[in-house]
């Protein structure tokens, strides 16, 4: 695929070519909007969201990766969303006590943890990593998703997110720590290497 | 777990995992790791728990994203009425318009302001020559009084400004300093400019050391036009007493050299005697000139506004009209 001839297709009205690079990075902007998001409806609105977006704005790229552009709308469009989700709060997915606290327990994911595609154990995994990214502040979740989910390198991280690279290395650190510490409560479902290790200390 | 160590050193950790540091960088955290089993058990837990986030499945989009012909049409017009024909052209103008108006009236104000100098300047000079022409002002009638009397009237008159300075010498002092105007060298030099035997150092008799004969003129460097020759006149005269000389050097007195390459006709001390009526009329002129083309720029002006605004609020007409 070239990808500079179909963005100057695009550009020149070309919809075929807009929607080949749709085709391509589709799959990436949905797997980021749903880390992100949490959520599958959600995530697929903001995917179809973001590519609507790239479309009218597409005069405005200026070269340069056209993935870490078209994650830009996307991520941009997720912070639309997790804004609207703070001015409209809805019912948390965590349950409450009677205190009203909120009960985090792995047993409540482990045993609602939904798995129609995947082995039961590998679902619990997924959904025990889905809730601590959850749990992160938006821009950690941002640079971590982007980096260590999507496999993206910093300078692209970087422009993804309009941050310098110092800026990605702190918020990364930090995230990855906050991650760590938040997995640790999940002990039964991790590999058996992360366990030892755990209860080694 | 390694809670001991700083965000700092964690961050380090992060960066040394994904192969971010510098060379330099990278082998001080080596051999740390080799020495710190807290960095190193740290290094490790941060390993994992990338480990776990690359293991998370790659979910696939539920369906396609791609835009419709319908979903496009909805979107082109919004992006195509944003930037309508017109729109960049009027912006254009407007733009050009303005730099043009802002342009205008700089060049308005600075013509004002040098026509205010010009009226001040002529204010200032003509001060001098009405007083010159009102015969009871006793500081300008040794100056301008020799100009309308006989020559030998004039000799003795100005003898006596020699001998002692006049106000006027004082006003060439003055003028001097402040580099008078071309129109003010002028009436210096006329006034300079007398009948033989006025003053001039070559016309005293037997060589009296005359006060601006024999030492360089320091007073009048804009109304000689060949001050090279003062000292050599001043070499010549090699009896003249030191002492003299440097007086003469010290004592600014404006009559005393006259100009060879410019010989004066009796007439022109009637024509100087109208010099400031004339350089009046002048400066009038060329305020009024002035004046002309300061009252050009108005209608420029307005126009230039008229166009920038127009242009400026039809472009954003335009762009209120079609934003989506």
Same mark, same amino acid.
């Given at each position: 695929?070239?990808?500079?001839?179909?963005?100057?297709?695009?550009?020149?009205?070309?919809?075929?070519?807009?929607?080949?690079?749709?085709?391509?990075?589709?799959?990436?902007?949905?797997?980021?909007?749903?880390?992100?998001?949490?959520?599958?409806?959600?995530?697929?609105?903001?995917?179809?969201?973001?590519?609507?977006?790239?479309?009218?704005?597409?005069?405005?790229?200026?070269?340069?990766?056209?993935?870490?552009?078209?994650?830009?709308?996307?991520?941009?469009?997720?912070?639309?969303?997790?804004?609207?989700?703070?001015?409209?709060?809805?019912?948390?997915?965590?349950?409450?006590?009677?205190?009203?606290? *909120?009960?985090?327990?792995?047993?409540?994911?482990?045993?609602?943890?939904?798995?129609?595609?995947?082995?039961?154990?590998?679902?619990?995994?997924?959904?025990?990593?889905?809730?601590?990214?959850?749990?992160?502040?938006?821009?950690?979740?941002?640079?971590?998703?982007?980096?260590?989910?999507?496999?993206?390198?910093?300078?692209?991280?970087?422009?993804?997110?309009?941050?310098?690279?110092?800026?990605?290395?702190?918020?990364?650190?930090?995230?990855?720590?906050?991650?760590?510490?938040?997995?640790?409560?999940?002990?039964? $479902?991790?590999?058996?290497?992360?366990? $030892?290790?755990?209860?080694?200390? | 777990?390694?809670?001991?160590?700083?965000? +700092?050193?964690?961050?380090?950790?992060?960066?040394?995992? /994904?192969?971010?540091?510098?060379?330099?960088?990278?082998?001080?955290?080596?051999?740390?790791?080799?020495?710190?089993?807290?960095?190193?058990?740290?290094? *490790?837990?941060?390993?994992?728990?990338?480990?776990?986030?690359?293991?998370?499945?790659?979910?696939?989009?539920?369906?396609?994203?791609?835009?419709?012909?319908?979903?496009?049409?909805?979107?082109?017009?919004?992006?195509? +009425?944003?930037?309508?024909?017109?729109?960049?052209?009027?912006?254009?103008?407007?733009?050009?318009?303005?730099?043009? $108006?802002?342009?205008?009236?700089?060049?308005?104000?600075?013509?004002?302001?040098?026509?205010?100098?010009?009226?001040?300047?002529?204010?200032?000079?003509?001060?001098?020559?009405?007083?010159?022409?009102?015969?009871?002002?006793?500081?300008?009638?040794?100056?301008?009084?020799?100009?309308?009397?006989?020559?030998?009237?004039?000799?003795?008159?100005?003898?006596?400004?020699? *001998?002692?300075?006049?106000?006027?010498?004082?006003?060439?002092?003055?003028?001097?300093?402040?580099?008078?105007?071309?129109?003010?060298?002028?009436?210096?030099?006329?006034?300079?400019?007398?009948?033989?035997?006025?003053?001039?150092?070559? &016309?005293?008799?037997?060589?009296?050391?005359?006060?601006?004969?024999?030492?360089?003129?320091?007073?009048?460097?804009?109304?000689?036009?060949?001050?090279?020759?003062?000292?050599?006149?001043?070499?010549?005269?090699?009896?003249?007493?030191?002492?003299?000389?440097?007086?003469?050097?010290?004592?600014?007195?404006?009559?005393?050299?006259?100009?060879?390459?410019?010989?004066?006709?009796?007439?022109?001390?009637?024509?100087?005697?109208?010099?400031?009526? /004339?350089?009046?009329?002048?400066?009038?002129?060329?305020?009024?000139?002035?004046?002309?083309?300061?009252?050009?720029?108005?209608?420029?002006?307005?126009?230039?506004?008229?166009?920038?605004?127009?242009?400026?609020?039809?472009?954003?007409?335009?762009?209120?009209?079609? &934003?989506?």
């Amino acid at each position: 695929m070239d990808e500079a001839a179909l963005v100057r297709d695009a550009l020149q009205g070309d919809l075929d070519a807009f929607n080949r690079l749709v085709l391509a990075y589709q799959d990436m902007a949905f797997n980021l909007a749903f880390r992100m998001l949490g959520e599958d409806d959600a995530a697929e609105d903001a995917a179809q969201t973001a590519f609507i977006s790239a479309y009218r704005s597409l005069s405005s790229y200026r070269g340069g990766s056209f993935k870490a552009w078209i994650l830009r709308m996307v991520t941009n469009t997720c912070y639309d969303e997790l804004r609207r989700r703070q001015r409209r709060p809805t019912i948390p997915l965590e349950p409450v006590s009677e205190e009203d606290e *909120e009960v985090e327990s792995p047993r409540w994911l482990a045993d609602d943890g939904p798995s129609p595609e995947e082995s039961a154990e590998r679902a619990e995994l997924e959904s025990a990593i889905q809730h601590c990214l959850g749990r992160l502040p938006d821009d950690f979740r941002e640079v971590v998703v982007l980096i260590d989910v999507q496999g993206l390198d910093y300078s692209e991280v970087s422009i993804t997110t309009g941050k310098p690279l110092g800026t990605i290395k702190s918020r990364l650190a930090r995230a990855r720590l906050r991650l760590r510490d938040c997995l640790q409560h999940f002990g039964e $479902l991790l590999p058996q290497s992360f366990r $030892l290790e755990d209860e080694a200390k | 777990m390694s809670n001991q160590l700083s965000p +700092k050193e964690w961050q380090t950790l992060s960066a040394y995992l /994904d192969g971010q540091l510098s060379e330099r960088e990278t082998r001080q955290v080596e051999a740390r790791l080799r020495t710190q089993p807290d960095l190193q058990s740290g290094l *490790e837990e941060l390993r994992h728990t990338r480990m776990l986030l690359r293991s998370l499945p790659k979910r696939r989009a539920p369906r396609n994203f791609t835009l419709t012909r319908e979903m496009a049409e909805q979107i082109r017009p919004a992006r195509q +009425k944003a930037q309508p024909r017109f729109f960049s052209t009027l912006r254009l103008v407007s733009a050009f318009a303005s730099f043009l $108006l802002v342009m205008t009236f700089l060049g308005d104000l600075a013509l004002q302001g040098t026509t205010n100098n010009l009226v001040a300047n002529q204010a200032r000079e003509m001060q001098p020559a009405m007083e010159a022409a009102a015969p009871q002002a006793p500081p300008t009638e040794q100056v301008f009084e020799p100009f309308m009397a006989a020559p030998e009237e004039a000799l003795q008159t100005n003898r006596a400004a020699q *001998e002692e300075p006049t106000p006027g010498a004082e006003l060439r002092v003055f003028g001097s300093e402040i580099e008078p105007t071309p129109d003010e060298t002028e009436i210096a030099r006329r006034m300079t400019a007398a009948p033989p035997g006025m003053g001039g150092a070559v &016309s005293e008799p037997e060589g009296t050391p005359g006060v601006g004969g024999g030492g360089p003129d320091v007073s009048t460097p804009l109304a000689t036009p060949a001050p090279i020759e003062e000292p050599a006149l001043a070499t010549e005269l090699p009896t003249e007493p030191a002492e003299f000389s440097m007086k003469a050097a010290d004592t600014p007195v404006p009559t005393e050299q006259p100009l060879p390459e410019q010989p004066q006709a009796d007439g022109q001390q009637l024509e100087f005697a109208t010099q400031p009526q /004339d350089l009046a009329a002048d400066q009038a002129e060329a305020a009024e000139a002035q004046f002309d083309a300061r009252s050009l720029f108005r209608p420029v002006e307005i126009t230039l506004a008229v166009i920038a605004l127009i242009c400026g609020l039809a472009a954003v007409y335009l762009r209120l009209k079609t &934003s989506p």
